[in-house]
């Protein structure tokens, strides 16, 4: 059964670093597009990165996004984090052959990891 897991967060503090995996599992990750997403508390969704067979990619600011597909795990590097970076990341999936553009929807969500930037 195709899914994709995230792990990798937990509680920093500001100006630390954290590495968040997706994990996918039940389908091959080399021709999938990769997203992650961020929500915290009462705002809504928001597109933090995206890669493309790691020809494409889109980051916010201090965030990069990676991928190994030998290891069908998706990265992203999170540095200089500051309080407001503090939410739930998902990482998102979707059959994507395309290496110039991200998807617009996704099809495989995980269940999301927490991120928390306090003292």
């Known amino acids: 059964q195709a899914q994709v897991v995230e792990s990798g967060g937990g509680l920093v503090q500001p100006g630390g670093s954290l590495r968040l995996s997706c994990a996918a599992s039940g389908f091959t990750l080399d021709n999938y597009a990769i997203g992650w997403f961020r929500q915290a508390p009462g705002k809504e969704r928001e597109a933090v990165s995206c890669?493309?067979?790691n020809a494409l990619s889109s980051a916010k600011g201090r965030f990069t996004i990676s991928r190994d597909n030998a290891k069908s795990t998706v990265y992203l590097q999170m540095n200089s984090l500051k309080p407001e970076d503090t939410a739930v990341y998902y990482c998102a999936a979707r059959f994507w052959a395309a290496q110039d553009i991200c998807p617009d929807k996704f099809t495989y969500w995980g269940q999301g990891t927490q991120v928390t930037v306090s003292s």
């Open positions: 890669i493309t067979r």
